[in-house]
């Protein structure tokens, strides 16, 4: 059915986790659904399908950025018939008051990549999350003391850039943190007319220079995985 997934049809919920790292999608299958199997090792883009609460959930990886999130995103969406979405991801932030282990939930996306503007025909795209979501989102995270912040996010195709000040202009104006991936997943999820959710728990702050320690970084993303599993 696709070039990157390749498995047959049934085998992928219609609700899908996905982490950029394969390896960490391995992780929350293993330590989060139960009947757990893996559908696709294209690539070792791994993906997996189990049980949470009774009912079936995915987990997928999708690498790193845009262009690599639509590719599975897309493939997702038009191939295997899924209709959620939900980014579990790590980002930087951008304001003094979001910090280490703080997960940000991207009610918008801006961007410097260029996907939309071909796309629209250098018109620019506001990719925004699904209001439902966003709603259960919220109110599961406060019901559960999580230090939830939901705002404006910027998914950006450089990881390594040249300014360390670039994120200024974009904090003066409200953005909370910076991905590179969520930009996309929005768009393409508005085109098949399915739920996009992104939950992005911040490893380092651009602000203060403080970062996640390498064991931190491997179970950080628990609370967000926690949240996006209770979603309806």
Request: contains cysteine.
């Amino acid at each position: 059915m696709g070039f990157h997934i390749v498995t047959d049809q049934g085998n992928i919920a219609e609700t899908v986790l996905m982490p950029g790292d394969p390896l960490r999608a391995k992780h929350i299958a293993e330590a989060f659904l139960t009947d757990v199997k893996q559908y696709n090792s294209v690539r070792n883009m791994l993906g997996f399908t189990g049980m949470y609460k009774g009912k079936r959930v995915s987990v997928q990886g999708s690498g790193m950025g845009i262009p690599s999130i639509s590719i599975y995103a897309t493939e997702l969406f038009k191939n295997y018939g899924v209709k959620n979405i939900i980014r579990i991801g790590t980002a930087g932030s951008f304001q003094p008051d979001i910090h280490i282990k703080d997960i940000v939930m991207a009610v918008s996306s801006c961007t410097d990549a260029s996907f939309n503007k071909i796309k629209f025909s250098g018109c620019d795209y506001a990719p925004t999350a699904n209001f439902d979501f966003l709603v259960q989102a919220y109110n599961i995270a406060k019901e559960n003391n999580f230090p939830l912040k939901a705002g404006i996010v910027y998914s950006s195709d450089i990881f390594y850039g040249d300014d360390p000040n670039f994120y200024k202009i974009w904090a003066e104006h409200g953005v909370l943190a910076v991905d590179m991936e969520t930009s996309a997943l929005y768009t393409i999820a508005a085109k098949f007319k399915a739920r996009a959710l992104t939950f992005l728990t911040i490893s380092d702050s651009l602000v203060t220079g403080e970062t996640a320690t390498s064991e931190e970084r491997e179970t950080i993303f628990h609370d967000a995985v926690k949240i996006a599993l209770e979603l309806k």
